[in-house]
T-cell receptor, first 113, second 112 residues
Framework: AQSVTQLGSHVSVSEGALVLLRCNYSSSVPPYLFWYVQYPNQGLQLLLKYTSAATLVKGINGFEAEFKKSETSFHLTKPSAHMSDAAEYFCAVNPSGRRALTFGSGTRLQVQP | EAQVTQNPRYLITVTGKKLTVTCSQNMNHEYMSWYRQDPGLGLRQIYYSMNVEVTDKGDVPEGYKVSRKEKRNFPLILESPSPNQTSLYFC???????????FGSGTRLTVV
């Protein structure tokens, strides 16, 4: 079955530091991949999505992710963290041909002043 | 404003008392889905619907029912809630999962 693994349930960075949130998927064919963000007491908001058009995907709020087929990875990065980036981030995969998103277990990002 | 609306936002109920969580979207989306979110488990799909009168089970459908009589509405029904259904529930809709979903604000359910 298709799955997605997020390494690190909690990540803490200093304000202004690089943000790197890791996501690996298991798939024999490149799937559709997504990153969502969840702020406290809110629903999930789509940050960015990979749909095979380009391997480097830019999203909202300065985030981007690179699809690496050889590593089956889709890590999320941001060059400089802001306090407002503190939230939980979810990687999700849609295996081609299925009509469902499978989510990772989430990574909670803390940004220290 | 394009949105997915869930009601109620918070609900405390007792074991065995039937309840319905409503979900409505105003974007004319074909696809709708229900997820539950539990600490350390991420989001798990309960049921989804590809269109009116077309529904299918997700990964954790036991104890839940859904219906899709109209395109905009996709209620989640717990016929006999149990404490292990205490969770945060999200409704989502989309034109297709290739494009991601739009999520509602969530319903926090506590079953005592």
């Amino acid at each position: 079955a298709q799955s997605v693994t997020q390494l690190g349930s909690h990540v803490s960075v200093s304000e202004g530091a690089l943000v790197l949130l890791r996501c690996n998927y298991s798939s024999s064919v490149p799937p559709y991949l997504f990153w969502y963000v969840q702020y406290p007491n809110q629903g999930l908001q789509l940050l960015l999505k990979y749909t095979s058009a380009a391997t480097l995907v830019k999203g909202i709020n300065g985030f981007e992710a690179e699809f690496k087929k050889s590593e089956t990875s889709f890590h999320l990065t941001k060059p400089s963290a802001h306090m407002s980036d503190a939230a939980e981030y979810f990687c999700a995969v849609n295996p081609s041909g299925r009509r469902a998103l499978t989510f990772g277990s989430g990574t909670r990002l803390q940004v220290q002043p | 404003e394009a949105q997915v609306t869930q009601n109620p936002r918070y609900l405390i109920t007792v074991t065995g008392k039937k309840l319905t969580v409503t979900c409505s979207q105003n974007m004319n989306h074909e696809y709708m889905s229900w997820y539950r979110q539990d600490p350390g488990l991420g989001l798990r799909q309960i049921y989804y619907s590809m269109n009116v009168e077309v529904t299918d089970k997700g990964d954790v459908p036991e104890g839940y029912k859904v219906s899709r009589k109209e395109k905009r509405n996709f209620p989640l029904i717990l016929e006999s809630p149990s404490p292990n259904q205490t969770s945060l529930y999200f409704c989502a809709s989309g034109t297709g999962t290739n494009y991601g979903y739009t999520f509602g604000s969530g319903t926090r359910l506590t079953v005592v």
